[in-house]
Each structure stands twice: as structure tokens, then as C-alpha cells.
Nanobody
Framework: QVQLVESGGGLVQAGGSLRLSCAAS????????VVWFRQAPGKEREFVAA????????YYPDSAKGRFTISRENAKNTVYLQMNFLKPEDTAVYYC?????????????????WGQGTQVTVSS
């Protein structure tokens, strides 16, 4: 099994920044891709960013490009999501997820392992 633990969420004003962390442990050979999703109340889960564990290839949807940056620190088995210029519509629970997949995939159903989520609230 793989365990994922998110941290770093909180309350921030519009225009501010937050850095989320996703610490992975367990049988890490079972994963090669880590992603961030978010889910706001009453909305579907939305893909935010993806990164390959080896090599660091990244992928973002248009809504995240230029504001969000995903990175990893292999020595700490941790993936980060740096979020800048936050907007009220970024308010959601942010989840990291992981799997061993080919390429960079953004469909939630392909990811086997999920963290518990961390709340991000952006005030206007």
C-alpha cells in the first residue's frame, strides 16, 4: 500500500499564496505519478496538476497554468503544489493522489491511492 498525507491548507486572502505538501510513504515502487485534484462543495472533482516521480515531467490544465506549480522532492518523498495569485474560486478541498500509469493522466478513476484532503479557503 501507499499512504499519502496532505498538509499546508488554510485561509488566505485573494491574491495570496499557499504551498501544499503531499508526503508519500509505503510501497512507493507502486507509483510513478502524483497528481493534485480539488473539489468544491456541489462541484465535481477537478484535476489541478500532475508530476512524474522520476524525471519531473509536469502537466496542468489551463485553469492552473501560470498560477500553480507542482514539484517534488524525492529525498523527502514529497510532492508540493505552490499556488499563487489565489482567487475565491480556488476554494476547495485539495487532494493528492498517486498511481503507476503511463504518461500523464488526469482522470481521477485511474489513481489508486488518495490522501485525506486539505481545505483551502480563499477570501475575497
Amino acid at each position: 500500500q501507499v499512504q499519502l498525507v496532505e498538509s499546508g491548507g488554510g485561509l488566505v486572502q485573494a491574491g495570496g499564496s499557499l504551498r501544499l505538501s503531499c508526503a508519500a510513504s509505503g510501497r512507493l515502487l507502486r507509483i510513478n505519478t502524483v497528481v493534485w485534484f480539488r473539489q468544491a462543495p456541489g462541484k465535481e472533482r477537478e484535476f489541478v496538476a500532475a508530476i512524474k516521480w522520476s524525471g519531473g515531467l509536469t502537466y496542468y490544465p489551463d485553469s492552473a497554468k501560470g498560477r500553480f506549480t507542482i514539484s517534488r522532492e524525492n529525498a523527502k518523498n514529497t510532492v508540493y503544489l505552490q499556488m499563487n495569485f489565489l482567487k475565491p474560486e480556488d476554494t476547495a478541498v485539495y487532494y493528492c493522489a498517486a498511481a503507476r500509469v503511463s504518461g500523464l493522466q488526469y482522470a481521477a478513476e485511474v489513481y489508486d491511492y488518495w490522501g485525506q484532503g486539505t481545505q483551502v479557503t480563499v477570501s475575497s
